[in-house]
């Protein structure tokens, strides 16, 4: 397992980052007005060098990922939750932003009030989305529609 995750880290950091387009613009707009984290569960390494490659390293304050040593998945909701300690936030002041029906559990878990999932990025699975049920789930197909959501949600 380890060899593997050692392959998967390199094949993974030698590719070059992408944006959809509009994405970049959306950042900008949002960081403008909000605080911005990343939470993910991918490498912490390979985010943080994704994020200088595309100028966008100072518009996050922080990255809470998966560290490089770590096989096992990366579980959001105990970081989510840490988070909101940490930053003094209430449940219903923060703005999930997912591409994967995990990001959508996890959230929901931490009992995150406003879970927005995109329909471009890695994809989630509509049919365990829809299981889990949440009435404060929003599904947003384009990046600009991102910010047309959040201002509604304030």
Do not use: C
Not at 57 to 78: G, L, R
Not at 83 to 99: A, Q, S, W
Not at 122 to 139: A, C, D, M, R, T
């Amino acid at each position: 397992i380890e060899d593997s995750n050692l392959i998967y880290r390199k094949e993974i950091l030698a590719q070059k980052p992408i944006l959809f387009d509009g994405v970049k613009e959306v950042i900008k707009k949002l960081k403008s007005k909000y605080r911005m984290i990343i939470i993910s569960s991918n490498n912490k390494s390979s985010i943080q060098k994704d994020l200088k490659e595309l100028g966008l390293s100072d518009y996050f304050s922080e990255v809470i990922a998966k560290d490089e040593k770590i096989v096992h998945p990366f579980h959001k909701t105990p970081a989510i939750l840490n988070l909101l300690e940490r930053h003094n936030v209430g449940k219903d002041e923060v703005v999930l932003i997912g591409d994967r029906d995990v990001d959508f559990e996890h959230g929901k878990e931490a009992g995150l009030k406003h879970i927005v999932l995109v329909e471009y990025g890695w994809g989630y699975n509509k049919e365990i989305v829809s299981k889990l049920g949440h009435k404060q789930k929003i599904i947003v197909n384009r990046p600009k529609d991102i910010i047309k959501v959040i201002e509604a949600l304030n």
